[in-house]
């Protein structure tokens, strides 16, 4: 913590109660209940949840159709062998393919998002091994990218702050840079820049050699300084037309982006393209219950479907319980028009745009739907970020308590590349908020801006 915070909500030391929490320092704010778009605390105060935790509470907290849908599904059975035919975990893996795009259909389910995102590439490689293509067993990420926390996510995401202790565990794979604005040349469109990006994908697979390579997977907006940023395209076009050339499969990593957050059911139909594999996580049951997935278009089903058996498995993968919640959570989505609310909030939060980068930190403002990204930086001249010794990002969580806004950190701090570039801070709250909650939302990060830049001694206009 800095020294400027010493009257704002700190950090938990595991001692007392907390003692027995592994790593367990999170900030001095207890929550008891939650409902709607808001947190609260013992003595009651409420917190709006500004970024829906991590992006994951898209229907709103508290839904009661969920609790009693979850309970439903505990009354008949509340678990079952994985092998066992359990009818629930086919109701939604039906439900779940009237809503992904083009063909995919068959959807294999976990508990997160980072064993979807290991699940995803073990299927991409079993895949390719059954077709004939045994060489094939990289996968190339974008530097900057995040795709979880186990060792093969790790090995997948570009973030070596990250991985600083675990490096010599993983495999070296491949990396690219993403999709940015920065850099693009005066003279030179957004069109022709998002093809001239995807042509990185061209250069590495003929450095790596394609046929060693399995996959590409990337999310479909920016990640890092770019989070939330919307490439052209031009740019997923191409990509995937680099894929086909290649039979070098594409795993979208809709982990953040799926279930309405963006405005669509999936945010790759922003851009026309369907990928082999489509990873999800978070939104799919507004982390109401664990739950993750992988959906796998036609051709690659087909290998499993004619028999052969994936070597994959883990004893909570398709839990009844989170099969009962997801249901209800599609459901939800679709009877209360969340998908619609996520599309007509985000333009409320563009529309502020101008009093948001009105600020000396805010270098931008990008981002569709209710996954809208402030770049936060020290100056908009260098475009970089505080340094670490400030502790920054926790200072604004910290001031944005005390004005009633729960904002996730996302670490990116240390997470950022050699170029000096800001921190993602998001504006991703449940896709259930409502005008007024929003008007209110934005006036008090617009006050949690400016107390935090007086505390930072950044000049204001
Ligand atoms: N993929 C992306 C894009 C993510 O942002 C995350 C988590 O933030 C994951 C995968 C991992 O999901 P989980 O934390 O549920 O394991």
Known sequence: MTEHARNLPGVLEPEGVWRNVFDYHPLDVEIVRAEGVYLFDPDGNKYMDATGGPMAVNVGHGDKRIADAINAQMQNYAYCHPYMASRIRADFCNAIAEHTPGDLGPTYLVSGGSEAVETAIKIARQFHCLTGNEGKHKIVGLYGSYHGMTL????????????????????????????????????????????????????????????????????????????????????????????????VLLIADEVVTGFGRTGKWFAMEHFGVVPDLMVMGKGIASSNMPLGGVTVSERINTPFKDGARFLHGFTNQGHPLACAAGLAVLDVLERDKLIDNARIRGAQVSNNRDRL???????????????????????????????????????????????????????????????ARGLPMWISPPLTITESELDDLLDRLDATLTEWESLLGVNQA
Not at 158 to 180: E, L, V
Request: hydrophobic share 35%; net charge negative.
């Open 152 to 247: 093969g996510t790790m090995a997948l995401s570009g973030s070596p702050a990250y991985n600083k202790y675990f490096d010599p565990m993983m495999p070296r794979w491949p990396h690219i840079p993403q999709y940015t604005d920065v850099g693009r040349p005066a003279d030179v469109d957004r069109d022709e820049w998002g093809r001239r990006c995807a042509e990185e994908l061209a250069h590495i697979l003929h450095y790596e050699g394609a046929g060693t390579v399995a996959a590409f997977i990337a999310t479909p907006v920016g990640v890092g300084s770019d989070y939330g940023l919307f490439a052209p395209d031009s740019y997923w076009q191409t990509i995937r037309q680099i894929c086909d050339d290649n039979n």
């Open 357 to 419: 980068v009105a600020h000396p930190t805010v270098a931008n403002l990008t981002g569709r739907g209710l996954l809208m990204v402030m770049e936060l930086v020290e100056s908009k001249e260098t475009g970089a970020y505080f340094d670490g010794e400030r502790d920054a990002e926790h200072l604004f969580q910290s001031v944005a308590l005390t004005h009633g806004l729960v904002f996730y950190s996302s670490l990116y701090g240390s997470r950022r590349g050699a170029v």
